[in-house]
């Protein structure tokens, strides 16, 4: 592993507060077997924004192992895209790679398409004609229109490019119809009459400003987390061309200590502006940053000194897909100060021993806090490596490159650190995008058998609560319980059944399926009158009580049957 700060004067020496790497498909970024040596032409477009105003795109080249870290053979640029009147605090490429959306404190989102031709210079711009003329490539405006009066802190894109969530400090997190999905079915738009950049849905439920959002990548669910301490998960639906969210989940602060020891203050916790969340690439794991933990067994002391002694500490909370209602089912402690951001790296690599998470192949994720960054591995508990003391200022942002081998960081010293694998790690055979196609297969249709892996952990984090039972179901189903979306398939299980409800609940207090009166099927006592009939399981004709709790899936499938409408030109 190598890294280096890059003594570029990204923004004018002013703070970065953001970037990312332009996505591109699995097939380019990550050449086959034996052809290691084509990494040596791989390049990816990087933008990034800062308090100068303007959004700024570059591209880095020949990351691979054995080139030489030196900026003028690295680093290229490419664009200037000023339009905003105010700092810059997010940018993020669509998930296709083709357009660019950025927002910041003048409350305005803009969607950036590339451009043939140059840009006529706006009025009150501080781009000089010599500045336009190093550009090498143009980008123009295509959608522009206002979130807030006040500052958006943080934006996500939709997996199918359609939609974008913003986060503001007006204490609401908006969805806004977006100019990607139009490109993917514009005939279907035009009939549908879309307009771009209206919003379709607001979530007021925050009491202070909402810092981060994140959107999951098999297009389930939405979360946002706010600086009143709080992150709330939502499902979403998309039926009959209205966007709708409905609460699952709300995790919220720790219980308060009986202690007439005063807290540390809130500044003295957490001063930065953002609380960048993530999915993991298959949807399986949320990972929070700034995260406050504190040991259940003092939560009860009334001792000055030992409560002195235990004030929270910094943590990154992990939850499971299977229940966002339960308590986390993880957490990474030992971070001095605060954590910002978590980015996953967007490749599934090989396993390359037991695994901490049941899953058939590893991820890595990086957690920034406001002085370290530390990479983790699903395989163990600890970090990888951590990595300190690179900046005079703390971090703000980070992304990961489209081949998982190179982490860019973004400081408000002004400037990026570049962290390089110099270990080509093997990827796995299934990727993001196949899990994806796979969870909109399993929404179309029944699943075909049920999980092939049953565990029950029990997890006591923070002292949130009791200790939970987390479900790890193979398939995406309809109900409320929502499972790892890829598991093994060697072992036996028998199947999760949910209890119905009518109306999903805008503020659950506890789990859907794992409360006291929920059904468990883990021990061969609950089973009664179960028995396997092909592959499903059904009742004898003589247990009547169980009978009225379960109930026999449908035997036949719906089928969706695809309609030709048209060439695109």
């Not at 959107?215 to 706010?226: G, V």
């Amino acid at each position: 592993m190598r890294f280096r700060t890059l003594e570029i004067r990204w923004h004018d020496s002013k703070p970065i507060s953001t970037c990312d790497f332009q996505p591109i498909s699995f097939k380019k970024a990550r050449p086959g077997p034996g052809q290691e040596k084509n990494y040596a032409g791989q390049s990816y477009r990087l933008a990034t924004g800062g308090e100068d105003n303007h959004v700024r795109v570059s591209i880095i080249k020949g990351l691979y192992a054995g080139y030489r870290l030196t900026t003028r053979r690295l680093i290229e640029y490419l664009a200037t895209l000023s339009r905003h009147s105010a700092a810059v605090n997010v940018v993020r490429f669509s998930p296709n790679g083709e357009h660019i959306a950025s927002a910041g404190d003048d409350g305005m989102i803009i969607i950036w398409a590339p451009s043939t031709s140059p840009q006529p210079t706006t009025y009150g711009s501080d781009l000089s004609p010599e500045d336009l003329q190093h550009e090498k490539e143009y980008w123009k405006p295509r959608t522009t229109f206002r979130c807030t009066t006040m500052q958006v802190y943080d934006l996500a894109w939709s997996p199918t490019g359609e939609y974008i969530i913003a986060g503001s400090t007006d204490n609401v997190a908006r969805v806004f119809s977006a100019v990607d999905g139009m490109s993917l079915f514009p005939l279907f738009d035009m009939l549908a009459m879309k307009p771009t950049g209206k919003c379709v849905h607001e979530i007021v439920e925050h009491s202070h400003y909402v810092q981060g959002v994140a959107w999951d990548p098999l297009n389930e669910y939405i979360a946002t987390q706010s600086s009143d301490r709080s992150m709330h998960v939502y499902r979403i639906s998309t039926k009959q061309g209205a966007f709708e969210a409905h609460a699952v989940g709300k995790n919220t602060r720790m219980p308060h200590r009986h202690s007439r020891t005063p807290s540390t203050s809130r500044p003295r916790i957490f001063t930065n502006f953002f609380r960048r969340l993530t999915f993991s690439p298959d949807g399986g794991l949320l990972l929070t940053p700034a995260g406050q933990f504190e040991d259940p067994s003092f939560t009860t002391t009334s001792t000055p000194a030992t409560a002195a002694a235990t004030s929270p500490a910094s943590s990154v909370y992990i939850y499971s897909r299977a229940n966002f209602a339960r308590p986390p089912i993880a957490q990474l402690p030992g971070h001095k100060k605060a954590s910002v951001a978590v980015r996953f790296s967007p490749i599934l690599y090989e396993l390359r021993h037991g695994s901490v998470f049941a899953l058939p192949y590893r991820m890595l994720f990086a957690v920034v806090t406001m002085d370290t960054v530390a990479i983790y591995d699903t395989q163990q508990a600890g970090p990888v490596c951590l990595l300190t003391k690179l900046h005079y200022d703390e971090f703000t942002d980070m992304t990961w490159s489209p081949d998982g081998q190179c982490l860019m960081l973004s400081s408000r010293d002004g400037y990026c650190t570049l962290i390089i694998f110099d270990e080509i790690l093997p990827s796995h055979q299934k990727q993001q995008h196949a899990l994806q196609l796979q969870s909109i297969a399993q929404h179309h249709s029944l699943p075909l058998s049920f999980a092939s892996s049953h565990h029950n952990n029990n997890h006591n984090v923070s002292g949130a609560g009791p200790s939970s039972t987390v479900v790890t179901p193979a398939a995406t189903p309809s109900s409320s319980t929502i499972g790892l979306p890829f598991v093994r398939e060697s072992s036996y299980t028998t199947p999760t059944l949910s209890r119905k409800r009518h109306e999903p609940p805008l503020t659950p207090t506890a789990s859907v399926d794992g409360g006291e009166n929920a059904l468990d099927f883990s021990s061969s006592s609950s089973l009664g009158g179960l028995h396997q009939q092909g592959d499903i399981m059904v009742l004898d004709k003589d247990d009547g009580e169980a009978k009225d709790k379960i109930q026999e899936p449908p035997k036949k499938k719906r089928r969706v049957a695809l309609t030709r409408v048209g060439d695109l030109d």
